[in-house]
């Protein structure tokens, strides 16, 4: 049938002998709904954003500002909808209810033409399961009088099986099922945008093992408004399926509406192959197929009211009392472009959470496409008070790129400096350091400021980064002392970053939801202890050891913050916090820890065997491997995506059986530690094979340390 739909002769020319033919073949199509499919009954995200800043905006704020120019600043695409939401969020605090806004305005909507189609061909036996990225209930109101089963990511977790009557709201849904019709009132997740506090995130195991299932069974697949911009969910689903199962995108078409942007076709052709992708009018051409099998009725929705969500989100705003100043500063973010700045800095928990650069360029639409390496890449955007926060992206993706090109050199290459990136992190820090200077006046607010400061501190970390290095390529202990003054400096800056955001967060005490918004806004906490880990990295292997000890207990609190949250909350949904982003650092630390504390910290150094370290470095080796372990064990619960930090939970594994294998002094001894260390490291080996988050060069120096402790077991004893 897809095939048949395929035809561009059919699309283009409206065969209606060609559409009937298709439609009795009868399959069981899936559909992929995205927010064109409820256009005109609710707006696009930009129509969105322009009605909220005027429902809030009093006649007083708009004498002060020009609406027209922050609708403009608000089309930003690194203003998404969900860092709108959060922009809001952190001003307002919990009287800005997102939740209750969508609620009021998807309620009682109605029914378009493409969504009664769907529901007549889904009576008709043409329509299996249907995946939907709307929060509204459009879909649902089309389908009532035949059974469906509206499934979210709580209703996932039992792992249940797609079926024919599914509707799936990947993104959550303010759609409440009645109770009495046999299913009870579950609770579903809520609209993603408000519970979002601006990081993307995988789907959860739950719901991607279903959407795996359905994707793999080879049934036909039909995209409709659905504008490809996943970056974090579909879009990676899509591309495993394009590296493993390509064959399986050709039950794909996915339908790109012809007033759309003239780039769209060949960026779906990118993702699922150009020859399933058609620019076609999919409301029109449902409703011949309709046409063709009696399908439609007296009552069909001929037209529908476009803006009664306009006078449903005026009457919600209304009602939430937002202070005037509270909007104001709102207002003077969106002018200074305080979100450029703010995304800047959520690209480290990104990192954490496990992307790489391509992923994180296109986080808040900051890029797109295009074959530029990811630090040659221009980002105005992302200007924030004239100061050029994208270059802190491009000194970081620089830093990268030659780090790759530098690793398993042994000769000393002239460009070992880091030069691009250097350039790059030292401009910004200068410029900030302008900006700063030019504000002792007092025109900066304390969030500015504070965001600036931590802005300086990302630009010095990475330099701390390049002269440590340098200084273990190099040897000069000089370099060493560079690198430890710059995560020094970087903690300092994040320290002043807390005590000017302080008086806010005083403020917003009797406020949670505010003060967690102004924590993830200004993220001073996360670069100050960035900078502590970096400097137990780098410090001497006593100091170090309590430099770890420190930073470990930080992320075991932080991660115990996020938890009291959830449940203070009662999350229904698992895709709303930073959990994805602390687990890889914190098994990370303690896998660095447990290096240091058998002597294993180089690349490819063999342990102390066990019985050289005390009682209590045993114990700590042990408690801190059980704690890579929890923690990798606790991300897996959260994804399926392979970490790149995955190779140090294995190295702490393989350092431990190394060191208790020597202690034991026989042959049969390190036969026995061998054949355990041979059974994860070939895991590891295989995982990188099919996993391009792994490090390759990590991967190697794993290869090189399993050699040499093979080479100590299998020769002359222990080491």
């Not at 009696?294 to 005026?314: F, M, Y």
């Not at 594994?653 to 001894?669: P, S």
Request: with cysteine.
């Amino acid at each position: 049938m897809i095939q048949d739909l395929a035809d561009r002769r059919l699309w283009q020319e409206q065969d209606a002998e060609a559409i009937k033919l298709a439609a009795r073949a009868r399959e069981r199509v899936c559909l992929l709904l995205g927010a064109g499919a409820s256009v005109p009954l609710l707006p696009t995200a930009a129509k969105l954003k322009a009605a909220i800043l005027a429902a809030v905006m009093s006649d007083q704020l708009h004498r002060e500002f020009n609406l027209g120019r922050l609708t403009e600043l608000a089309e930003q695409s690194h203003i998404t909808l969900e860092v709108f939401c959060s922009m809001l969020r952190y001003r307002c605090g919990r009287r800005f209810d997102v939740l209750r806004m969508w609620t009021e305005i998807c309620r009682g909507v109605g029914v378009n033409s493409l969504a009664a189609s769907i529901a007549a061909l889904r009576r008709a036996g043409w329509c299996g399961p249907i995946l939907t990225t709307n929060f509204d209930s459009v879909i649902q109101e089309a389908l009532s009088g035949q059974p469906f089963r509206i499934l979210t990511e709580p209703q996932l977790r039992s792992d249940t099986e797609p079926d024919d009557g599914d509707v799936c709201a990947l993104h959550g849904t303010t759609f409440q099922q009645q109770p009495g019709n046999g299913l009870g009132a579950p609770r579903f997740a809520p609209p993603l945008s408000a519970t979002a506090r601006g990081l993307a995130r995988p789907y959860p195991p739950s719901l991607y093992r279903y959407l795996s299932t359905l994707f793999a069974s080879g049934r036909k697949l039909l995209v409709i408004g659905h504008s490809g911009r996943d970056y974090y969910d579909i879009n990676p689903m899509l591309a495993e399926l394009k590296a493993s199962q390509p064959a399986l995108l050709d039950n794909w078409l996915w339908i790109s509406y012809p007033g759309g942007n003239e780039d769209e076709v060949p960026r779906l052709g990118q993702l699922v192959g150009a020859q399933n992708v058609l620019r076609a009018d999919a409301t029109r051409v449902l409703l011949q197929v309709c046409d063709r099998l009696g399908l439609r009725s007296e009552g069909w929705p001929q037209s529908a009211k476009t803006d009664g969500w306009q006078e449903r989100l005026r009457a919600a705003t209304a009602t939430f009392e937002l202070a005037p100043d509270d909007i104001r500063q709102f207002l003077l973010d969106l002018e200074r472009n305080l979100p450029g700045a703010w995304v800047v800095q959520e690209h480290y928990r990104l990192y954490s959470a496990g992307y790489g650069e391509g992923d994180t360029l296109t986080f808040g639409g900051v890029a797109q496409g295009g074959a530029l390496e990811a630090s040659e890449r221009e980002l105005p955007d992302l200007d924030f008070l004239q100061v050029p926060f994208g270059d802190l992206l491009r000194g970081q993706f620089a830093y990268r790129d030659d780090d790759r090109r530098y690793a398993g050199r042994e000769d000393l290459a002239p460009e070992y400096d880091y030069a691009r990136a250097v350039v790059l992190l030292e401009g910004i820090a200068q410029k900030i350091d302008l900006v700063l200077g030019a504000s002792l006046a007092g025109s900066l607010r304390a969030e500015d400021q504070a965001l600036l400061l931590v802005g300086k501190a990302i630009a010095v970390d990475y330099l701390g980064l390049i002269h440590r290095k340098r200084w273990q390529f190099l040897g000069k202990e000089e370099l060493r002392r560079e690198s430890l003054s710059c995560f020094r400096r970087c903690i300092e800056l994040a320290g002043r970053a807390r005590a000017a955001l302080a008086p806010l967060l005083a403020a917003a005490r009797k406020d949670p939801d505010r003060q967690q918004a102004l924590e993830d806004l200004v993220q001073s906490w996360v670069w100050e202890l960035i900078g502590k880990d970096n400097l137990a990295r780098t410090l001497p292997r006593p100091e170090a050891a309590c430099a770890f000890r420190e930073a470990i207990a930080a992320r075991q609190q932080l991660i115990k913050r996020e938890l009291k949250r959830r449940r203070r909350e009662e999350a229904v949904s698992a895709m709303n916090d930073y959990l994805i982003a602390h687990y890889p650092q914190l098994w990370l630390r303690a896998s660095e820890l447990v290096k240091l504390l058998l002597h294993a910290e180089g690349d490819t150094a063999v342990p102390l065997p066990w019985d050289q370290i005390s009682k209590e470095s045993q114990a700590e080796v042990l408690a801190n491997l059980k704690l890579c372990q929890n923690a990798y064990d606790r991300f897996s619960g959260l994804t399926v995506g392979v970490h790149g930090h995955y190779p140090a939970l294995v190295e702490a594994r393989i350092i431990v059986y190394a060191a208790q294998g020597f202690a034991k002094r026989t042959a049969r001894a390190h036969a026995a530690a061998l054949g355990k260390i041979e059974v994860i490291y070939a895991r590891l080996r295989e995982i990188a094979k099919r996993s391009p988050a792994v490090s390759r060069t990590w991967v190697q120096n794993v290869d090189e340390r399993v050699a040499a402790i093979r080479e100590k077991m299998q020769g002359a004893g222990p080491p």
